[in-house]
């Protein structure tokens, strides 16, 4: 049934009971032409474009445990574009752009908010690097302003501007960023990809991969043996110990990312803040609870939950940025399993074995790029070679030295 | 999350740096580019035992290989690098 | 009621809600007094805005939340149940207008169809402008329960360590019972416990123990427990997460009680070192499922006792019992104690055991077995139950309605390492499964509901029972039946996500927000995963739960900051010079933790004048600066030497003694990691400077290297950065200005202390090394000296004739050099980059080596350092504008590269800048456009060698 507000009243008035399950869950069947593995927001906008943009409905999305489980439920939300690096910046501004266009083509509110993102500078040298920053996106054709001090005051009044240890010097600031409701991304992808005929096996665990002679010619799952020529591996901070069934080494390691969000208070912060002295940023979500987190705890993890050192910094500069804070609390934590490449820098790459792709090292900003990760997957499996605005995204790189290194981190995860 | 330091006792992860997986080896100056490229960024990434480095930053500065399981932070050994 | 309670009747406490002015006792939770008052009506409801009321007496409450305090230190969503009154409190209820009893917005619940679960992402779809300019506006104002004052939190906050044998948790029967085991076997034992005074359910409940009240048993416990020295008691402290290591995170309300804190913080973040832990935090009372269970006048029965033992309150004058265990019956008896009439017993089940029958026959309480509540109704208050069952047909006229649909043991920490409680049908509810190392749960918190249990003793306690059948949702309920009643979800809105596919218990979470509010579902969770497991022909064991995290109640952001707050977020590093420089009128910038001086400016000098006229007393005189942030290395040992070639891309080991060399060392993907200087002292005595921002890095990186890469190498590395201050004195003036001070035996003459020399020395008296090293490009020399006496040396070179100068001059002296800095170094930057490329060692093996040749690194389009300088005269330079070919549209294709460090040069005359630039050098003498579409300007510029004075070097051998 389509989603508007007239089968809303409708609905209403027969007290809901015309409602279908939002997709289906079928039978695995013995062989599809793709299957994408992982039931995240990139997996599952992967099929929905192989099916709507490249023609291919026979395909699954095959997810260990429920659609939307992973890291797509678990983030802070936020989208932007604003990128310093040409490999990066039309990327995505592609899937900005996808965003904005989102609710209307899969018939699902995902609540996307272009409320504006806000990075802070607190130097000289933080602010001449936002403006190289600011001006690689303008120069691209995507709008960013420099906000003085007292703009960025005039905005936000709330933050800390008498009595901070680094004070605000002002900021670069992406308007069209903003926040998605990110449930409504999974379940609308999957709703929207079910209807055009892919089937969706859930509680289905991939366990092997049948390669031979340097082709993949299906899936081991829990659900039974799954054949088909084209498999695109998504599966965020699960990529390693699926690369390793081909056989394969990437340049990941897995590391836990806890972020926050507070009791539920009338509207307070109306776009995404992110703090210059720190990694913090923050931004108040439609249910009024204020989303905020910083960056990895800092070492290998699969537990999906971090340590109290890592809470406390946290809140420390949650603090610094806003002293308000304080008296508002912390509801819940939680943690996700990402995939920190050894540049910061997503991989949507062919492997060695032939229709085998893979999806990954999205860090920790993949849900900004769920539909261009999607398109872009989609596109290299049904085409066999990688989409314009993902060409840079290469497992070669560490090799050739074609790095894409936004923040000169190197290979040091806590500063990506 | 805590470390026992086998010259300062047990402490708060808070005190120590991470450095990643403790079963790579240099390769020799002499060696292909290719192993330089596995060693400086391809990873095994476990899930279950991880053979690690934490360097104590905050007192005895002395780096430690740890072995800790990933999927549930269980700390199986300590010992000097 | 005039007796009885625990409350304080001599010391009355004078506090508001709404404005009214109420009193309640010293000892009364805001709810306790608000009851007293007769205030019924405290909230409304988010989505609908139905009426509530007081639901529980525990932090497990999802209706009672205030705005508490004003001003600064207004704090939404606080629980009336939690919070102690003390006089002048002020609150006010939440998300009404205009008021609470009449709120506009209450029309949201005769909308009540459309607003079901997950409505919002089946519309506000179209027109797609309208989302953000309509639809979400209202949506956002509607949301949230209190404000926010947007004020910074007037409070302090603190934290403490503490370590311990044995952790419990929860200082009811159960938890006391084993602290005193535990302590009497020697163990060093915390006790934390989230209320006030301890005593768990035995300060709620009539029990007794041993034939004696037990009152006595808990006093006599609380004051062994009190003597003992190995035994550390913390009230009001809440364990909110249990994490790797036996690390706990406990929250004591130290002053939230008190009417201002005065010097106290706030709230205390306990960091709990504990092996081994006891989970003895009890159980939380399940709410049944009924049309309008919402009204208020509805409460959990345990709640019922608790207002009416403890805190001498009637909550209402005639009651109904509605249950679906033995637990609940008991309430009869307190009630009727406090002269609470009985409206009648309904109770589910259709065979009642015998201790309630005996107990409602000895009270001569009507009895409807078999039979449910199907509707509690009265509006904003309630005033008559409707039964159904084997009763359907009667109505009961009440203002209180006690319900229980049995107990929950709270297994949330036992839960948090993802160990998932485990069903046990015997008592209907979720017992602990596979617990966080260390960690064993007693008592309530296992299921065992009985105090006999609980104590662990033979002690006699009395009759008890722990019977249940249980009862989900009563069938054929009329009106709203509330799962979760804060976020307003409904047995309806379950089955509508069970239907729309969303039958996974994590799914029907989101999907229905049920268990997201403030109360963390703890009356809400169990309940609506059983209705799930009904719907989907599931047992609530294949259902399971949903994942338990941190915090196990909400907590202050504030406390779990701490003391680092606004200018201590950080600390502030003093150069050994900084108090000599303030009094010299220097103004200071933050340089990562360090405060350096920018300039010193004289009269009303701008930044730009001070820094000009510094630029000039080095270029034309003599200055001194402090450089003391440098990172200081010392690195000795007879591999001293090997082990910096192995360090440094260039060679270190041909050094001589006394001498200096610029040093740069790669990370070992091959980019550029930090420069600096290394001085050979000795043979086997090296001293290396970093960057500022580096000198952490660098030593860890040593460290690193040395233990794991070289082991078989003998030297040693301490940091000396602290140690010692560190001042340049530049400029064609600097020997004559340094033989004023320095010990005539030390020979400074050209020869006797030649360029990139190092020697010891005595300024004024004061022990130094002399290093004869340039930044600047002036004859120049760094002068270091035991930190104490930074200030005195600084003294020292102004008397000697020498100009301050600050870090603006210090970036225009290099720039107009060349040399470059952290805006160069930048972390993706090769040595080859910055043309540096020749130093690095072509045959022997150092960090970096093999990796800085991969093709793309060698890439002759590489982005190299380029100067700049503006074609046009006053024309000044932007860092991180972008550079495009002259003629070309400023475009990314056009995009050659970026400006890296500019300033005006007062040496010259006009602004200067390094840029990294697309084929580099090849581009000398071309015109680019310098553009900063973000600032909206542009300049011309021409591209020349990066070295703007003295490209000789001449002045540097003088």
């Known amino acids: ?416 | 999350m805590r470390l026992t330091c086998p010259f300062c006792g047990n402490r708060s992860i808070a005190e120590f740096s991470y450095y990643g997986d403790a079963t790579l080896t240099r390769p020799g100056s002499n060696a292909e580019q290719s192993a330089w490229v596995d060693y400086v960024y391809m990873r095994d990434n476990p899930a279950g035992p991880h053979s690690e480095f934490w360097y104590h930053e905050a007192a005895c500065r002395q780096v430690l290989r740890v072995e800790r399981d990933t999927r549930t932070h269980t700390i199986l050994s300590v010992q000097t690098a | 009621m005039a007796e009885g309670g625990l409350i304080d009747r001599t010391r009355p406490v004078r506090f508001s809600f709404d404005g009214a002015q109420l009193i309640g006792y010293a000892g009364d939770t805001l709810a306790a007094a608000l009851l007293a008052n007769g205030v019924r009506l405290v909230g409304r409801s988010f989505k609908y805005h139905r009426p509530r009321g007081i639901l529980s007496a525990g932090p497990e409450e999802p209706n009672a939340l205030v705005e508490l305090r004003e001003g600064a230190a207004r704090e939404p969503n606080t629980r009336a149940t939690v919070a102690e009154i003390f006089d002048g409190l002020v609150c006010r209820s939440q998300n009404r207008f205009p008021s609470l009893g009449f709120d506009l917005m209450s029309v949201a619940g005769a909308l009540g169809p459309i607003f079901a679960a997950g409505f919002y992402y089946k519309t506000f779809m179209w027109p797609a402008a309208f989302w953000e300019r309509v639809y979400e506006p209202l949506i956002r104002r509607a949301a949230g329960l209190g404000r926010a004052s947007g004020l910074p939190d007037p409070d302090c906050y603190d934290k403490q360590s503490a370590f311990a044998d044995l952790l419990v948790i929860g200082a009811g029967p159960a938890g006391l019972s084993a602290a005193l085991q535990a302590a009497r076997a020697g163990d060093r034992v915390i006790l934390a416990e989230q209320d006030l005074a301890l005593g768990g359910r035995l300060l709620a409940d009539r029990r007794t123990i041993g034939g004696k009240p037990a009152s006595v048993w808990l006093a006599d416990t609380e004051a062994e427990l009190r003597a003992a020295d190995n035994v550390r008691i913390l009230t009001r402290t809440t364990i909110t997460g249990v994490y790797d290591g036996g690390t706990y995170a406990g929250i004591e309300r130290v002053a939230d009680h008190l009417a201002s804190a005065g010097g106290l913080p706030r709230q205390r973040l306990w960091r709990i070192v504990a092996p081994r832990a006891v989970l003895a935090t009890g159980a939380i009372e399940r709410p049944l499922v009924f049309g309008g269970n919402d009204t208020p006048g509805v409460m959990l029965a345990g709640a019922v006792r608790t207002y009416l033992n403890r805190f001498a309150v009637k909550p209402g004058t005639r009651a109904v019992v509605f249950c679906n265990n033995d637990d609940a019956a008991t309430t009869i008896t307190d009630l009727l104690a406090a002269g609470v009439e009985i409206a009648g017993l309904v109770d589910s089940r259709s065979e009642l055991p015998e201790p309630v029958r005996e107990l409602v026959a000895s009270h001569r309480v009507k009895v409807f077995a078999n039979a449910t509540v199907l509707e509690a109704s009265g509006g904003k208050s309630l005033k008559r139950v409707s039964l159904g069952g084997q009763a359907q047909g009667t109505t009961l006229a009440c203002d209180l309605l006690a319900m229980s649909g049995g107990w929950n043991p709270a297994v949330h920490l036992g839960s948090q390492h993802g160990g998932k409680p485990v069903w046990s049908e015997r008592i209907a509810a979720f017992v602990p499964g596979p617990m966080p190392p260390g960690m064993q749960a007693v008592g309530a918190a296992a299921g065992q509901f009985l105090l006999a249990e609980a104590l662990g003793t033979q002690a006699a306690v009395g009759a008890e029972t722990d019977a249940i059948t249980p009862l989900w949702q009563v069938p054929g309920t009329r009106g709203k039946a509330f799962v979760d009643v804060q976020n307003d979800v409904t047995a309806s809105d379950v089955s509508l996500a069970a239907r729309e596919g969303f039958t996974a218990v994590e799914h029907l979470k989101r999907y229905t927000t049920l268990g997201m509010a403030t109360d963390q579902g703890k009356t809400s969770n169990v309940t609506g995963l059983a209705l799930l497991a009904a719907l989907t022909n599931r047992t609530i064991a294949q259902t399971g739960t949903t994942i338990f995290r941190p915090p196990y109640t909400p907590v202050a952001i504030g406390a779990l900051a701490g003391a680092h707050r606004g200018p201590h977020y950080r600390p502030t590093r003093r150069t050994p010079g900084h108090d000599w420089a303030a009094r010299h009128g220097a103004q200071f910038i933050e340089a990562g933790e360090w405060l350096r001086a920018t300039h010193f400016p004289r009269g009303g000098e701008t930044l730009q004048d001070a820094t000009n006229r510094e630029v000039r007393s080095v270029r034309q005189a003599c200055g001194f600066c402090d450089v003391s942030t440098l990172g200081k290395i010392d690195v000795q040992g007879p591999d001293a030497a090997a082990f910096l070639d192995f360090i440094y891309a260039n060679t270190i080991s041909t050094l001589a003694p006394g001498r200096a060399r610029y040093g740069i060392m790669l990370r070992e993907d091959g980019v550029v990691f930090d420069d600096g200087t290394v001085t050979r002292l000795r043979p086997a005595h090296f001293l290396l400077t970093t960057s500022t921002a580096n000198a952490a890095p660098v030593l860890r990186h040593l460290d690193v290297c040395r233990q794991i890469l070289k082991p078989g190498l003998d030297l040693c590395i301490e940091p000396v950065t602290d140690q010692w201050a560190q001042f340049a004195l530049a400029g064609p003036q600097a020997r004559r200005i340094l033989a004023i001070s320095v010990d005539p035996a030390t020979d400074i003459s050209d020869a006797g202390l030649p360029f990139m020399g190092a020697v010891a020395a005595t300024i004024a008296g004061i022990p130094a090394r002399l290093f004869r090293i340039s930044f600047s490009g002036e004859l120049a020399y760094e002068i270091a000296v035991p930190a104490a006496q930074g200030g005195a040396l600084a003294s020292v070179l102004l008397e000697a004739g020498a100009a301050p100068y600050g870090l603006e001059a210090l970036n225009v002296l290099r720039l107009e050099k060349g040399h470059v800095a952290g805006a160069e170094l930048n972390g993706q930057t090769t040595a080859a980059d910055l043309g540096l490329g020749r130093l690095l060692k072509k045959r022997q093996d150092f960090v970096g080596r093999a990796l800085s040749q991969r093709p793309a690194l060698l890439d002759q389009e590489r982005q190299t350092l380029v100067g700049l300088r503006p074609r046009a005269v006053g024309r000044g330079l932007q860092a991180g504008a972008h550079l495009i070919p002259a003629g070309r549209q400023a475009t990314a294709e056009n995009d050659y590269g970026h400006v890296t460090s500019a300033a005006f040069s007062a040496t010259l005359g006009h602004a200067i800048g390094l840029a990294l630039l697309r084929g580099g050098a090849r581009h000398a003498g071309q015109v680019f456009r310098a553009v900063s579409p973000l600032q909206g300007s542009e300049t011309e510029v021409e591209i020349v060698a990066p070295v703007f004075h003295h490209p000789g070097g001449h002045a540097l051998h003088a």
Not at chain 1, 213 to 228: D, H, M, Q, W
Not at chain 1, 230 to 245: F, Q, T, Y
Not at chain 1, 246 to 260: D, K, N, Q, W, Y
Request: charged share 20%.
């Open chain 1, 1 to 416: 049934m389509k989603f508007s507000i007239r089968s809303v009243l409708s609905q209403a008035m027969q007290g809901q009971t015309g409602w279908k399950p939002q997709w289906r869950n079928p039978e695995p069947r013995a062989e599809y032409d793709a299957i994408v593995v992982g039931g995240g927001g990139h997996g599952l906008a992967c099929a929905y474009y192989l099916a709507s943009r490249y023609g291919l409905h026979n395909i699954a999305v095959i997810e260990k445990s429920l659609v939307g489980s992973g890291n797509v439920g678990r983030n802070t939300t936020i989208v932007r574009s604003n990128y310093l690096l040409p490999g990066n910046i039309p990327f995505y501004e592609t899937s900005l752009k996808l965003w904005e266009g989102l609710e209307q083509e899969i018939n699902y509110n995902a609540m996307v908010s272009q409320r504006g993102v806000l990075n802070l500078f607190h130097s000289d040298g933080q602010r001449d690097v936002a403006i190289r920053r600011g001006n690689a996106m303008r120069l691209h054709g995507v709008h960013a302003e420099l906000l003085s001090r007292d703009e960025v005051r005039a905005r936000h009044p709330f933050l800390d501007y008498d009595n901070a240890r680094f004070p605000i010097m002002g900021g670069l600031l992406q308007q069209r960023g903003g926040t998605v409701r990110h449930d409504a991304v999974a379940w609308g992808y999957a709703r929207a990809a079910d209807k055009l005929g892919v089937d969706i096996l859930q509680n289905c665990e991939l366990t092997g991969l049948r390669i031979e002679g340097g082709r993949v010619l299906g899936a081991e799952t829990s659900r039974g043996y799954i054949a088909a020529r084209k498999i695109g591996l998504s599966v965020a901070g699960n990529s390693s110990r699926v690369a390793a069934m081909a056989g394969m080494r990437l340049p990941v390691e897995s590391h836990v990312l806890t972020a926050f969000v507070s009791e539920g208070i009338k509207p307070l912060l109306h776009s995404v803040i992110t703090f210059g002295a720190g990694h913090f940023y923050i931004s108040q979500s439609d249910k009024g609870g204020l989303v905020f987190g910083a960056s990895v705890d800092g070492y290998n993890s699969y537990a999906q939950r971090g340590n109290l050192p890592c809470v406390e910094d946290t809140c420390e500069e949650a603090m610094a940025l806003m002293p308000a804070l304080g008296r508002l609390r912390m509801l819940r934590s939680w943690g996700g399993i990402m995939d920190m490449t050894m540049d910061g820098s997503p991989i949507i790459d062919r492997t060695p074995v032939e229709g085998l792709y893979l999806n990954g090292g999205w860090c920790i900003g993949g849900f900004k790029a769920t539909p261009a990760a999607g398109l872009c997957l989609a596109h290299l499996m049904a085409r066999d070679e990688p989409h314009e605005v993902a060409r840079a995204y290469r497992l070669d790189r560490f090799a050739t030295g074609r790095l894409l290194d936004e923040t000169g981190g190197g290979t040091n995860m806590a500063l990506h």
